[in-house]
């Protein structure tokens, strides 16, 4: 399966520093062996809609968001539709990232029904899961990982297999603490085994991995078997290290 690395920006950037972080991974991209998608906060929608409009050279570069109202449209203050993303350009929208579970207390329900309204208007929802470091210690990672993912398969049936999944364990997100790729592993094959489960098209649904993935550690994350790709934050912001981490993506399944 052909790879994908998506950067999440998080709340960070600026015009001038979008453009300078752009310019830097056009430079060097050339045409890269995985998809690449940068995630990126909706104020700049249109900056980078508009700079992939007019140069060939960022075609490679898709354009994410970072969540999408679970709502069609209406008197929902300060929610973005998936109908608006769509009019920008946006192909994929990370739903359920942990930091939008923890800080925005969304469900595992509300996390489905975003990722059926990003299925609706034509994106692809990269549907994040992940446990705690307590749920970890207390053994219970795959039964959380497998809760957070059966909702999303509960609501959405057969159109699952147009879905991506990212395993980011939550201790690992910012922490420096990657996954080993064993353990990563051993988590993405659950989720694969639930996904073909649901579906007889499953096998083409990447499970990337996110957490801590940098230019040094992304080579052996990637040659796990059921490693597609990987959701990179902090990574994602500085070009070189970005750059490094999709060169990685070239690297063959172990
Ligand atoms: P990190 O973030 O790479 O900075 O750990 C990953 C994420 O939150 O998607």
Redesign the pocket.
């Known amino acids: 399966m052909r790879k994908l690395i998506a950067g999440?920006w998080?709340m960070n950037g600026s015009l001038a520093a979008n453009e300078a972080l752009l310019d830097a991974l056009a430079a060097g991209m050339g045409q890269p062996a995985c998809d690449v998608v940068v995630c990126v906060p909706a104020p700049y929608f249109s900056q980078i809609s508009a700079v992939r409009r007019a140069n060939t050279a960022y075609a490679a570069i898709h354009l994410g968001a970072q969540d999408v109202s679970e709502h069609e449209q209406g008197a929902f203050t300060g929610e973005v539709s998936a109908a608006m993303l769509r009019e920008f350009g946006v192909r994929y929208c990370?739903v359920g990232?942990?930091?939008r579970r923890q800080y925005h207390a969304e469900s595992d329900e509300a996390v489905a029904r975003k990722a059926q309204r990003a299925l609706a208007a034509g994106i692809t929802p990269i549907v994040?899961v992940g446990e705690s470091l307590a749920e970890r210690e207390a053994g219970h990672t795959n039964e959380v990982v497998r809760r957070q993912l059966a909702a999303v398969i509960h609501t959405n049936g057969h159109c699952i297999s147009e879905i991506v999944v990212?395993y980011?364990p939550v201790w690992?997100?910012?922490?420096g603490k990657t996954a080993s790729p064993e353990q990563a592993q051993a988590v993405h094959a659950v989720l694969r085994a639930q996904l073909q489960a649901a579906s007889a098209q499953a096998n083409r649904v990447p499970i990337v991995y996110?957490?801590?993935?940098?230019a040094g550690n992304a080579a052996a994350l990637l040659g796990q078997a059921d490693i597609d790709g990987g959701?990179?934050?902090?990574?994602?912001l500085k070009a070189a290290d970005f750059l490094s981490i999709i060169a990685n993506s070239r690297t063959e399944c172990a």
Do not use: P
Not at 210 to 214: A, I, P
Not at 231 to 236: I, Q, R
């Open positions: 999440n998080k990370l990232h942990s930091e994040c990212a980011e690992a997100i910012g922490t996110g957490g801590s993935m940098n959701l990179v934050g902090g990574a994602s």
